[in-house]
Each structure stands twice: as structure tokens, then as C-alpha cells.
């Protein structure tokens, strides 16, 4: 069974449009956090940013001080590294609009595993307000941090698994 065919897709937005408008209004309040100071920064995001520089060189995986990027996942530099060669701009300028899209997602799969929970159409748009408007959710997506591909990581393992055990 093929699960991402034009159908299916267009049914999974159009059941979900009120969660297209919550993460249109994640993203908006992504943005807004980040219009006049930017991304957040930390010492993990130096890590990140520097593996993913050296990535882009093709150095491999080595930090700041040139010693190899190991206490932190791969995945995360490697996702920089692709938004960065796709883009162009350098990765700080780009980060707040990347991460408005990753919260986004993020709300969008959110709604999508509330709707098949069957719960009522007032109890979803509650819900989905909610994570809109997070503080905790909008401080990791407000920073350079790999929590935020991570959320989206778990959102797509928990709808696909649901697919697993509906189809096998």
C-alpha cells in the first residue's frame, strides 16, 4: 500500500486546515520572536554550526577546535549543512525562517495525530492553540537547537507507525 499518494494527500490538508492555520500562526510567532535579536545561540549551537561549516568544506565532522564532533547527533549538522547549501545565505541569517517552518511542521503533524484521535473539532482547535503558543515550545524553536528537528522526527515515527499496524 502507498501511503503518500496524490489522494491521500490532499485529504490528510484538506481534514486538516485548521491545522494549517495554527502552524501559519506557530510560524508568525516564530518570526516575531526572532525579528529584532535573531536566532537564539548557545554552546550547543556553536557546536552544530561549526560541524555543519565543516561539513560544507568537506572536512567531516570536526568542531570549532578541530577535534571530531562526537558528543553530539550527526543528523542535526548534516540537516544545516543541506539548509545551507540549498540556500545559499549564511546559516544564522536563514535560522529564524527555518525554524518557523520546523514549528510549523511540527503543529501541522500535531493536528494531524489529534484529528485521527477523533476527538471534536472545538477540543482539536484548543489543543492546536495551545502549542501555537507554547513558551517551552517556542523557546526551542526560537534557538538554534536540535530539539526541534528531533519533535518532528518523533511526530512522523508515531503517524507512520500507526500506518505499520493498520497495514503491516
Known amino acids: 500500500m502507498r501511503i503518500f499518494t496524490k489522494t491521500n494527500c490532499l485529504r490528510i490538508f484538506k481534514n486538516n486546515l485548521d491545522s494549517l492555520l495554527a502552524a501559519f500562526l506557530g510560524m508568525m510567532a516564530v518570526i516575531a520572536f526572532t525579528k529584532y535579536g535573531g536566532v537564539g545561540i548557545s554552546p550547543d549551537s556553536i557546536y552544530y554550526l561549526s560541524a ?23 543528523f542535526y549538522p548534516c540537516f544545516l549543512a543541506f539548509v545551507q547549501l540549498v540556500f545559499t545565505n549564511h ?19 500535531s493536528g494531524v495525530i489529534l484529528e485521527k484521535l477523533n476527538h471534536t ?37 508515531i503517524c507512520f507507525f500507526e500506518v505499520y499496524f493498520k497495514n503491516y
Do not use: C, H, R
Not at 546559516?91 to 503533524?109: C, D, E, K, R
Not at 472545538?122 to 534557538?143: C, D, G, H, N, R
Open 121 to 157: 473539532k472545538w477540543l482539536k482547535w484548543v489543543l492546536l492553540l495551545l502549542i501555537a503558543i507554547s513558551p517551552s515550545l517556542l523557546e526551542i524553536y526560537t534557538m538554534l537547537w536540535s530539539e526541534g528537528l528531533f519533535i518532528i522526527e518523533v511526530l512522523l515515527f
Open 52 to 74: 555543519s561549516e565543516s561539513v560544507m568544506q568537506g572536512k567531516g565532522f570536526y568542531q570549532f577546535d578541530d577535534s571530531p564532533f562526537i558528543l553530539f547527533p550527526l
Open 91 to 109: 546559516l544564522i541569517a536563514i535560522a529564524p525562517y527555518m525554524n518557523a517552518v520546523l514549528f510549523g511542521v511540527t503543529i501541522f503533524l
